[in-house]
Nanobody, 121 residues
């Protein structure tokens, strides 16, 4: 019903920048929050940043001041600008959207397939 497609991952040296993008499509009535999560090898998935439809943002302490999340409500897209990247930022990054599907009356979580970010030292 709803698909999330991420793009923008890759390999970058420490101190460099990457921009991730995610587009949501399908039977979308509205999207509450959108965000990015990441999962490093051997670790649990963790929150990176979220943004509400009104533009309120929330960041993990580890990325504050380095990452910026933004959203285009009209296009159902969310982006994550990542600056001053560190080797510990290496992970698979997943896009998340909390969606009200057309014909439904509840919010469902949808996830992208993930995009790999590798930061070399």
């Amino acid at each position: 019903q709803v698909q999330l497609v991420e793009s923008g991952g890759g390999l970058v040296q420490a101190g460099g920048s990457l921009r991730l993008s995610c587009a949501a499509s399908g039977s979308i009535l509205s999207i509450n929050s959108m965000g990015w999560y990441r999962q490093a090898p051997g670790a649990q998935r963790e929150l990176v940043a979220t943004i509400t439809s009104g533009g309120s943002t929330n960041y993990a302490d580890s990325v504050k001041g380095r990452f910026t999340i933004s959203r285009d409500n009209a296009k159902n897209t969310v982006s994550l600008q990542m600056n001053s990247l560190k080797p510990e930022d290496t992970a698979v990054y997943y896009c998340n959207a909390r969606v009200v599907v057309i014909g439904a009356y509840y919010v469902m979580d949808y996830w992208g397939k993930g995009t790999l970010v590798t930061v070399s030292s």
